[in-house]
């Protein structure tokens, strides 16, 4: 066969459903071999979409998404995506095109040392330079893909060694054991935590995988301590939990920041470095104990304790099985801050005005999406608002990026969901400025035939540095723009679009959307006016008198 084929037979050796991308020519005989599979190809409208897709399949199953593009602008074309899915910790492999290696026939034309290109920003990186390496190069790189911390591996296939005749072997797949954390360390935990007045659970990035769900929830029902977490540890353990405090959008001084300041004890579970802090330490009595796969890396923000190194599931285990409840815990202490900051937090939530202030908008999400059902969010200013006000139900219903927050991911990010789960609830929400980054993909998603509703959040503007520049004192500049007529946009497409005239027509719109089939698009006017209000003027008055 040819060692195009072998690599398609690699990849489904792997367990791989989907291919997402822009082939080239480069690529056709993997193209003509991806034909014959079971491999789904969804072809994209940029390739940068097409990586945004792939690292939210890894994201939410585990497996690596893959994605596949031509040399040169395409290549270059999924560097964002592969930065995206490396800093966010989501495992993607990325397959490129290359011109033939042994004889060129077109000079220069498009090369680009891809493999140093993809160097800083991935785990693993190959040109293939040998057909019968393709089994264990497709092996090593969906190993080192999900081998903790997950992210990104780049595979190159040249165009002459795709056409090479190769025999056909493949490796098992092998499920990696990951080491248990050291008997001692955890006893120094259990231990730290006993002698805790005000101990607190702050649930990372890291932690949110499917068994460390069930593993934290036992912890916290055994312990009774209270838990909070950031905003991609959002719905590890269901958020109506009677525990559950808040979640640390902003790095310091929200009000949530007057609970965990008061800890004398954080039991950090995932804290992921790249991900925004959740808070800063500072050299006083707080103690803080570091439950993550790897060590913490030290520096003038965090420097814990303790580190309690091994699979995060097994032990937060080992700390259920050895916690005990202890009388001298200022629980009260905890529920009390819980409904001060839900007063805060939730304020003008029922406040009706047009244009929507973002309290509103995520409300109104919240009351119209059911338990399991899943919000893409892009990256903008409304991120804050979801990431503070939403509250998350199940893991992974709160998709949002704090890690290398690129604009444009949230329609692809979408579109990847609902393939992966057909008959859930999908939204997602953009800002202006970010839709129209993966706009094109809207004829993808109505090509797909997927049931989606879309919300373009509109205020002519990219909000969230324009906040910015505001609380900072500087004048209005460099920041506005205008938009197409976004219900025309929509229908161009072939997807259903409204532009929303109240709160009442909003939750109106919203609802009969989700019920009907079809990509529909809800063009909403947004007030930021609340941005300054809340998070600057407001929290920067705050004086935490309801602990005293």
């Known amino acids: 066969m040819k060692a195009a084929e072998l690599f398609v037979k690699a990849l489904e050796n792997e367990g ?42 890894g994201r939410l199953t585990g497996v690596p998404g893959v ?35 042994t004889v060129a026939k077109q000079g220069r034309f498009q090369i680009l040392d891809v493999i140093d290109m993809m160097r800083p920003i991935t785990k693993y990186t190959k040109q293939i330079v040998n057909g019968n390496n393709i089994p264990s190069r497709v092996r090593e790189a969906f190993r080192i893909a999900c081998e903790e911390r997950p992210g990104t591996a780049h595979l190159e296939l040249p165009e002459d060694i795709a056409s090479e005749e190769v025999e056909e072997h493949l490796f098992d797949v092998q499920v990696s054991r990951r080491p248990v954390a050291d008997e001692e360390a955890i006893n120094q935990a259990i231990t730290m935590i006993h002698q805790a007045s005000l101990p607190l659970l702050l649930i990372g990035a890291g932690a949110n995988r499917k068994r460390t769900c069930v593993s934290l929830h036992a912890f916290i029902e055994k312990s009774g301590i209270p838990f909070c977490n950031t905003q991609m540890g959002k719905g590890v353990v269901d958020e109506r939990h009677p525990l559950f405090i808040g979640t640390a959008a902003l790095s310091q001084d929200d009000y949530i920041h007057c609970a965990i300041d008061r800890s004398d004890l954080i039991i950090n579970v995932g804290h992921d470095t790249i991900e925004k802090p959740p808070f800063i330490m500072k050299r006083d009595h707080k103690k803080v104990i570091h439950v993550n796969f790897s060590p913490a890396e030290i520096d003038e923000v965090y420097f814990p304790q303790l580190d309690v190194i091994g699979d995060i599931s097994l032990s937060v285990d080992q700390l259920t099985k050895r916690i005990k409840p202890q009388s001298h815990w200022n629980k009260t202490f905890f529920l009390k801050t819980k409904e001060e900051l839900d007063q805060y937090i939730m304020n003008k939530s029922t406040d009706t005005r047009f244009p929507l202030i973002p309290q509103r908008i995520v409300r109104v999400v919240r009351e119209s999406m059911p338990a399991d059902g899943i919000v893409s969010l892009d990256n903008g200013m409304y991120k804050i608002w979801f990431a503070r006000n939403y509250l998350c139900y199940e893991s992974n219903t709160l998709l949002l990026d704090n890690a290398l927050a690129s604009m444009g991911a949230g329609l692809p990010q979408a579109i990847a969901t609902k393939l992966l789960f057909p008959t859930k609830k999908v939204l997602a929400v953009c800002g202006d400025g970010g839709f129209m980054m993966s706009s094109h993909e809207l004829e993808t998603a109505i090509r797909l035939n997927l049931d989606l509703v879309l919300i373009i959040l509109n205020d002519h503007a990219y909000g969230m540095i324009k906040w910015k520049q505001e609380s900072m004192g500087f004048k209005n500049f460099g920041l506005e723009f205008n938009n197409p007529d976004f219900v025309k946009f929509a229908e161009s497409y072939g997807a259903k679009g409204y532009s929303i005239k109240s709160c009442a027509e909003f939750e109106k719109c919203l609802e009969t959307s989700l019920k009907t089939k079809g ?27 309801f602990l005293l």
């Open 519 to 545: 990509v529909h698009v809800i063009d909403v006017a947004i007030d930021y006016s609340e941005n300054n209000r809340v998070l600057y003027e407001e929290l920067k008055e705050k004086t935490c008198h």
């Open 67 to 101: 994605c596949l593009s031509t040399l040169g602008p395409g290549a270059t074309n999924l560097v964002t995506a592969a930065a995206y899915a490396n800093l966010g910790a989501m495992p993607m492999v990325m397959i490129t095109g290359q011109k033939p290696i």
């Open 16 to 57: 791989i459903e989907y291919i997402f991308g822009i082939p080239g020519e480069e690529n056709l005989d993997f193209l003509e071999a991806l034909r014959k599979s079971k491999i789904r190809l969804i072809v994209t409208r940029h390739e940068q979409a097409a990586g945004f897709m792939a690292a939210t399949i």
